[in-house]
């Protein structure tokens, strides 16, 4: 996904900004994600995409990607904690 953004930035120098409408894949909430390049490769505001298999993606609203990314770290921990005192 990046190498296609990417790829439009390079294509279009004079594109500033790349704008996403669309609905959140979690609750359905209308979202509005802007794209812009940076000096690290890309930014994005106003929510995630994601890549879920090959070429299909999802969008999220900043609140349901704020409650994944927490769900997800705390398995994460709770997998390292388990290793810890396994090892």
Not at 3 to 9: D, L, P, R, V, Y
């Amino acid at each position: 996904m990046i190498a296609i953004i990417k790829k439009i930035f390079e294509a279009s120098p004079e594109t500033s900004k790349i704008e996403l409408k669309g609905k959140c894949s979690d609750c359905g909430r209308e979202i509005d994600i802007n794209i812009t390049p940076t000096s690290r490769g890309i930014g994005l505001s106003g929510g995630a995409l994601s890549e879920f298999s090959p070429n299909r993606y999802s969008a999220d609203c900043p609140d349901c990607y704020n409650v994944v990314s927490l769900i997800t770290h705390h398995f994460r921990l709770k997998k390292i904690k388990k290793n810890l005192r396994a090892g």
